[in-house]
């Protein structure tokens, strides 16, 4: 089992619409989750990160959080096609000492 | 200093040859991370320093791979004898405290033929 899991994609939505990407984690004892966004060619760029069970919203993205599924979503509002990117999810291991990647969902949104 | 800056972007190299990258990280940030990624692949973590101590490797990281963190300030990553399957993103990424997001640099795309 991957420590994080992720669907890679594509995962195609039309413009407006809802994007949700999904993420699993393995280590129980993970205390920190992130997204970050990469574009082709590009360095991952963080956009969200969320520490506790529940929703967190930060203009047109929601991190979802839930410890005891051991899951970790992103939701992305009214998606626009400067939206379409590969969304990594990152887990920070027990003992906070670094970022374990999932290898990431492939997002594309249609004009 | 509003960035993690890599250098070089871009390395062609023969296989068997040593390479060596440099990474300055956000002028505040006492921790440092070395990560690799591939085509279709997540980061892979390689190591990490805070302030000068190399605190944790990889078992990715072979014995070609040294990194080094000379007075805590900026990294340089060597890569010695050359293979490959070498060929690969070296991402950058500096944070401020333990547990904190990520900041990455431009990264430095290595290519061994």
């Known amino acids: 089992q991957k420590e994080v899991e992720q669907n890679s994609g594509p995962l195609s939505v039309p413009e407006g619409a809802i994007a949700s990407l999904n993420c699993t984690y393995s280590d129980r004892g993970s205390q920190s989750f992130f997204w970050y966004r990469q574009y082709s060619g590009k360095s991952p760029e963080l956009i969200m990160f969320i520490y506790s069970n529940g929703d967190k919203e930060d203009g047109r993205f929601t991190a979802q959080l839930n410890k005891a599924s051991q899951y970790v979503s992103l939701l992305i509002r009214d998606s626009q096609p400067s939206d379409s990117a590969t969304y990594l999810c990152a887990v920070m291991n027990t003992g906070f000492q670094k970022l374990v990647f999932g290898t990431g969902t492939r997002l594309l949104v249609s004009p | 200093d509003t960035g993690v800056s890599q250098n070089p972007r871009h390395k062609i190299t023969k296989r068997g040859q040593n390479v060596t990258f440099r990474c300055d990280p956000i002028?505040?940030?006492?921790?440092l991370y070395w990560y690799r990624q591939t085509l279709g692949q997540g980061p892979e973590f390689l190591t990490y320093f805070q302030n000068e101590a190399q605190l944790e490797k990889s078992r990715l990281l072979s014995d070609r791979f040294s990194a080094e963190r000379p007075k805590g300030s900026f990294s340089t990553l060597e890569i010695q004898r050359t293979e490959q399957g070498d060929s690969a993103m070296y991402l950058c990424?500096?944070?401020?405290?333990?547990?904190?997001?990520?900041?990455f640099g431009s990264g430095t795309r290595l290519t061994v033929v």
């Open positions: 002028s505040e940030h006492n921790r």
């Open positions: 990424a500096s944070s401020l405290q333990q547990g904190a997001g990520y900041t």
